[in-house]
């Protein structure tokens, strides 16, 4: 064996496995990088009033000379939402469908991402038949299926092997827009030899299959017939198929469409313009003209499925909506499912609108929605039909891998070839071997508002504290001549306990505080530090004896000089 | 018609509608109240650092001269757990069957309620066949199944008519006790004519049965079978049946058990006392004997269903429990379903009990766990079989009071008899009509540490602020003689930016303030309500313009006066 001296095919996950969200992986092989999709992460609980999320691209960087490009699979903010933070410092050719490339140029666009090359990116529209060579790499595409069109896999032909990217997939026989998945191409290259099999596993573990997009055309047909006022449809604004499906439902039943929520319009915007949504003549109204018709003739398509604060839907619901209010026999179809964390959200929502008189259409009542990710027997059909020699779960949190390499060594891949890289692992491919060759550098960038990057652990672990316990701030003034006691301790308080009606609590707190700094001499007074903590230890005590909390506490020393 | 001379029967809810927690009911009939449980709700992440809730007992407080007792229908927290809350301010007599009392009667002993005439409380031992007679109230008991053993629910004899609450129920025909559903009861009653219905609707809009308790016997019994090494089972620790279950499939196995959790202990204890559980001589082990056990002579039944952080299971999971430590290939079979708002919680514990190499048996793998409570079958033969005049759904957020009215009708209850009441609603029921007759005071009570109710909107409201942007405080010390500005802006933040990266930052905002502050002139500084606000609106434009946040921001003003 020479392996040592064979140059190895890497494989580094920057985001997106044991994790659904920021999608991220680098190809390497010698001098040449190509990276797949570069998408931003929703924050959970304990990133508290954190925008997004997005991967760390310190290795990327430090590598730009061999970057030939990011391919985009496909249109989710979880697979191009990262672009707008990270070209500023990678400003390399992008390559995707055409609309993915419309949907990301419209993020850049929006996000007004300067300093470069007065504004010019290099964005390149390429079609699932296409050939890319980028260094060492030849990569072809395949069509997939999913809750956005113009999806695509990708075969990347490296010298080590050929190496299959599932994208985010399902395999639907009746599509909405006719366009199956190209399984015959993935037979093709199986019946060659595939090194690597890198699989979306969101849904892994759900038996049977997913069922096919068209089924929710046929469940709306259902409820359109049994309604007599306005109807209201709230669904991702991504999923272009969902809103043809909704736009030729109201086509049949002669119900106007008008169109709520900037992300919902915004995407309507760009599939009607690249050719990928039809709406016939006339359909389209504005709200304000929608609210004038008779309620039978109308539908309104809206943001706000999985009950976020500001979307439109939620606004309805809580009747503080500008121009849509909710009517009694109003019936409004929840096309969409939680995503894990939301359920209450949703669930608010739905309460607040049956409270309103509305009908609410949801999960329980039928098939309004389905989902665009592949179930077991669809990953299976992947797996038999590439026969590869490694596999590679991504998309998808531990368990989903799990469940995938029970399907993949029931499939017969022997269990040692069933990779499950975590994040920021190298994996090198060679011929005849896989071995695991370290790490780089990798981690969430959280993105607060304007910064980029500059709210840590220490920040993020002050707002837990402040949001479960509250803040009490302690002012004392030192007179720099004399180095002693000038004024205070004035107390003050957020988040504690309402101050006006616990006066006495605040004034017992002041009183302990002032005797203890009474206690220090001189000396111990001009360190500062030392009074610091004198006044945390107290005041802890002191709470936590009297009513059992334990609240930031954060003393302030400010220095009076005479000028 | 006379009915404004006829007393009327008042039934209040004070919790545990359009909600699922906190449950509380009044009946008031002339001079006499009766109340139906006093639990509590876990709070909703709106309500940060809040670590219980309670029902408002106002009204009752006010009235406590009419007031004869609190009727406990089960030992659930959302129905027990406001005992030791509320009965320093309302020592009323308190009735519930042996397993509720004993759960009822520990809580109170832990918590250490003081001031109660020397701890003494009035707990009354009732069972399913008594009568028991309070003021105009005569009260009958029908067995139920649900989740916890003794429950029960009331037929409530009233001068109006007859009420019937089914408490939480289900409908199971082999409970693992033997003891059924006393459905024979409500057959007779219903022939009897019944005023109103008051429903479990914690299901309603789940179609179908309920699956008996008997079916995860089954399931665990084939699971176990399938594991060599240790076996870790998680469920609620009040689910004396599930822990019946698990101990007796493990003596099967010929497997010893050990117990992990206070709470389960705790259960565990009070159930074998008084006899609603029966562990075979010889199966309890401490779990330090166990560790010196083979693997598969061992189960552990743990708390931490739920993935709550500090529960035994999440410790173990991320390896940091004291005296146990998953090992590869350990079984973790976790019996229960994961309460709304929990769903990440225990997929991240799940997530990292593979990554620890166990193999863990969830919900995609079968019936490890069924629901307690009633699915629309059985509601609808409760409906049926007592053929109340009038229905009211309760335990359920709106949606499900929704689908129970759906169901009524369907079943030939009048839209108009269906009584969808709010928390705080008095309802009148008569003998010939029913009537919405105003509010009581009624609201959430916080209990946070030791502190009850002191937690309001506002401290919730900076809470969350706090815990999304992070707080500036800005410290001024201003002469009292002069009035005028003596030393600071002094700038100090928590969980804003990381301070020592953002000097300059900060740096800027103190000139700033210090800018706009010396253009003030005397007059101005010494309204410091204007000089707070100059502050506040000076450093909020500057943040937002230079980093897009809107932190909390609080000044503060100390005077300085020589002594």
Known sequence: MNNYKEKALSVIPLGGISEIGKNMMAFEYGDDIIIIDAGIKFPTE?????????PDITYLKENIQKIH????????????????????????????????????????????????????????????????????????????????PDG????????????????????????????????????????????????????????????????????????????????????????????????????????????????????VDVASELGYLHIPEGTLVEIEEANKLSPDRVVIITTGSQGEPMAALTRMALKSHRLIQIQPDDTVIISASPIPGNEKLIARTIDNLFRIGANVVYKVDGDVHVSGHASNEEIKILIKILNPKYVLPFHGEYRHKISFSHMAEDLGIPKENVILAEQGDRWEFYRKMAKHAGKVKTGEIMVDGLGIGDVGNIVLHDRQTLSTEGIIIVVIVIDKKTGMLMAGPEIVTRGFVYMRENVQLINNAKSVILKELKNLNSKQFKNWSHVKGVITKTLFSFVLKHIGRKPFILPIVTEYQEE
């Open 46 to 54: 304990e990133l508290p009033g954190v925008d997004l999320v997005i």
């Open 69 to 148: 490009g990011i391919i985009l699979t496909h249109g989710h903010e979880d697979h191009v939402g990262a672009l707008p933070f990270i070209l500023e410092e990678l400003n390399v050719p992008i390559y995707g469908t055409s609309l993915t490339i419309g949907i990301a140029k419209r993020k850049l666009t929006d996000r007004d991402v300067k300093n470069i090359n007065n504004n010019r990116f290099d964005l390149n529209v390429i079609d699932s038949s296409d050939e890319l060579k980028l260094g060492s790499f030849k990569i072809n595409f395949f069509r997939v299926n999913h809750s956005i």
């Open 152 to 267: 695509v896999g990708l075969a990347i032909r490296t010298p080590a092997g050929l190496v299959v990217h599932s994208g985010d997939f399902k395999i639907d026989h009746t599509p909405v827009d006719g366009k199956v998945m190209e399984l015959n191409k993935l037979s093709r290259w199986g019946s060659h030899g595939i090194l690597l099999f890198i699989c979306d596993t969101t849904n892994a573990g759900k038996e049977g299959y997913t069922p096919s997009e068209k089924i929710v055309g046929e469940t709306l047909y259902d409820v359109f017939g049994r309604c007599e006022k306005r109807i209201i449809v709230t669904t991702f604004a991504s999923n272009v198929h969902r809103l043809q499906q909704i736009i030729n439902v109201a086509a049949d039943f002669n119900r106007r469409v008008a169109l709520s929520g900037r992300s919902m319009i915004n995407v």
